[in-house]
């Protein structure tokens, strides 16, 4: 089992960055692979970033690519995901999953996948 838990969230205007951080406890954080997930009042979990267990291959929704990175830190047990350019739109909770299946063609984007999930952190862009 693992236990996540999301910070870096805040309050920034349009144009500017953030960094998300999603830190890991609990045995073989190394075993899961990892996903963000955004999810805007009254709207469905929408799928953001992932990166496989290696840190090797990462994936991105269309709408933040190029904007978004994902990364890991397997010494410190921590998935990152760096935000600049930010938008308005992009105004949601953001939470961090862990999974233990293998990531296929577009599987990542699916919360099911998903086994253990943070409470979230709130990320607002301002006009």
């Known amino acids: 089992q693992v236990q996540l838990a999301e910070s870096g969230g805040g309050l920034v205007q349009a144009g500017g960055s953030l960094r998300l951080s999603c830190a890991a406890s609990g045995r073989a954080f190394s075993s899961y692979n990892i996903g963000w997930f955004r999810q805007a009042p009254g709207k469905e979990r929408d799928f953001v970033a992932a990166v496989s267990r290696s840190g090797g291959n990462s994936y991105y929704a269309d709408s933040v690519k190029g904007r978004f990175t994902i990364s890991r830190d397997t010494a410190k047990n921590t998935v990152y995901l760096q935000m600049n350019s930010l938008k308005p739109e992009d105004t949601a909770v953001y939470y961090c999953?862990?999974?233990?299946?293998?990531?296929?063609?577009?599987?990542?984007?699916?919360?099911?996948?998903?086994?253990?999930w943070g409470q979230g952190t709130q990320v607002t862009v301002s006009s």
């Open positions: 999953a862990a999974a233990l299946v293998s990531f296929g063609v577009s599987n990542f984007r699916q919360p099911s996948v998903y086994n253990y």
